[in-house]
């Protein structure tokens, strides 16, 4: 969590569509910004966008087998760690 401190009283920001807070209240003049759920629903974001792009280079990647997407095969940890395994991870949770 990223501490961001204010001197002076500032409204609470909610995430556009989703409904949930990106800015929590910690005391009266500080807010914690949450950034591993930002990361994770601008990653979705992205990932359902090339899903529904049937001309885009990834579209290949992300591959259905009944309800979830299977995660393609990585030799490395590196690659694990790279975007499409970690999209298809926070799709299929």
Do not use: W
């Amino acid at each position: 969590m990223l501490r961001i401190e204010r001197d002076y009283a500032q409204p609470i920001v909610d995430c556009p569509g989703s409904g949930t807070m990106l800015l929590y209240p910690f005391e009266r003049n500080d807010f914690y910004f949450d950034v591993d759920f930002f990361v994770q629903e601008r990653v979705k974001k992205a990932a359902l966008n090339f899903i529904c792009d049937q001309n885009h280079v990834l579209n290949s990647c992300y591959e259905t087998n009944r309800n979830f997407y299977r995660m393609p095969r990585t030799r490395t940890n590196r690659f694990l760690e790279s975007f499409i395994p970690f999209s298809i991870q926070l799709l299929n949770n």
